[in-house]
């Protein structure tokens, strides 16, 4: 049987993509019709069904993506040059609830994690060190690698400082995200332990961050002022740290149901293949985790523009219909007062991948969090009150957006990717492969490979697997990111740095 070269998304669609790269002159047989090739055409690039005149509407997976720039024939490459957003500035939207009905059922599944005392649960039991100014991020790097010589990890999985550059010298909003965010780190159940490091002159004062972080669990987590400290502050917080270290490595893992895993989605160094293979497969599992109860968030806001009725429609009620549409005119409006268009966003992989516009881009995005209806609406630095389905307010960028993921609560990023990417943030983060190719050549980086679907796997079995490695890496495996010790946070700025 002859392997599958291209595919056509939706019935309605008027290109198909790339399943391997395509030479000018080639034919593709579709629906009865024969169609030249006219270019040499890159596998994830799309073809044209049809002739189109200028400013005519090119459609994916259903919908448009932007308008011809010129008259084209049917059998041309589409892409960045001939193709335009149809993207502008705000808009006024509509609600038309689409409640559709997931016939996935529960079945009662579970992990190994640790339970905290709030009743939330880790996949990890790690001791942190959180500055809660960038001034002692070296400080907090030594207290890290001294405790984890000197205890060597026994009865714990890792110790880490997270460096940033903030906590003095912001202003308004940059500072209260700032202290939102390391809050959330503090208090995120990953973590067994934390000691908060302060220099103790800084805008984000400890006395009242520690007023932000409510009623914590003061054995755990410790604070330490070194302008304070009489003498050597390394050895001060080796004291701390090795009395925090004795409570978390005393913690075990026990038996806890899928509905207590909370997890992020994400995609980076997107290509042709993201909303075929990978997206779609972490949005089956998205409807999976939240019929188990469990919770899944989709963030990247920018990249929802030119998809978000699809998200809108989604709502369970008009309150969140209504915290949608400011999610997004919100963002619209943060582009516009930097003078910048609010449709220009594939990055330069993004284009080479085959992903030509926003709409492009964000109608393949938003695959990943499949059809299960919005419950919940979450602003930057917010933390989850809901289970299910939420969208979360942060840019598209991959190390802030997966920071704020992990801030919200979640234990585990899944980050879907064609290009390929090392990077992690603070908890587990997991690298889906678009495509075959980049899972044979970068084993290193990528965690489970998407790309079998275009070669002859079906969704429910690769689903299936899926299910099966996320439960492992929530019993402990170690994702790519993990074994490569490449783990940072990186917080959101948009003002003013005094």
Known sequence: ??????????????????????????????????????????????ILLQDTKAGENIIKYGYPIGHAQKDLKAGEWINENNLKTNLSGKLAYEYNPVNEILPIENQNLTFNGYV??????????????????????????????????????AGIDAVHAWH??????QLSEDHENTRKVLRDIVLHPNAGAVLILSL???????????????????????FLVVQKVQGDEVEEGMKILHSLYDIASKDVRTECPLSKLRIGLKCGGSDGLSGITANPLVGEFSDFIVAQGGTSILTEVPEMFGAET????????????????????????????????????????????????????????????????????LGYGDRLKTTGLNLLSAPGNDLVASTALAAAGCQIVLFTTGRGTPFGTFIPTMKISTNSALFNNKPNWIDFNAGELVEGTDMKSLLDKFIKKIISVANGEKTCN?????????????????
């Open 1 to 46: 049987m002859e392997k599958v070269s291209f595919i056509k998304i939706n019935p309605a669609d008027s290109v198909v993509v790339c399943l391997r790269d395509y030479k000018q002159g080639e034919e593709i047989s579709i629906n009865g019709k024969i169609i030249t090739v006219l270019q040499d055409t890159p596998v994830g690039h799309k």
């Open 116 to 153: 905290r005392a709030n009743g939330e649960v880790g996949i990890r039991n790690e001791v942190w060190i959180v500055p809660t100014v960038g001034c002692v991020n070296g400080i907090a790097e030594k207290l890290a690698t001294k405790l984890a010589e000197e205890t060597k990890l």
């Open 164 to 169: 940033h550059n903030y906590g003095c010298s």
């Open 200 to 222: 103790g002159c800084e805008n984000n004062q400890p006395d009242h961050f520690e007023k932000l972080l409510g009623d914590y669990d003061k054995s755990r987590i410790k």
């Open 310 to 377: 699809i998200l809108m429609n989604r709502c369970q009620n008009e309150d969140l219909f209504n915290q949608t549409v400011k999610l997004v005119n919100d963002f619209k409006e943060y582009f516009l007062s930097h003078g910048e268009p609010v449709g220009e966003n594939p990055s330069p992989g993004n284009k080479a991948g085959g992903i030509s516009t926003l709409e492009d881009k964000a109608l393949g995005c938003t695959q990943k969090c499949g059809r299960a209806p919005v419950s919940g609406v």
């Open 482 to 498: 993990e074994k490569n010790g490449y783990r940072e946070i990186s917080i959101f700025k948009n003002g003013v740095t005094l």
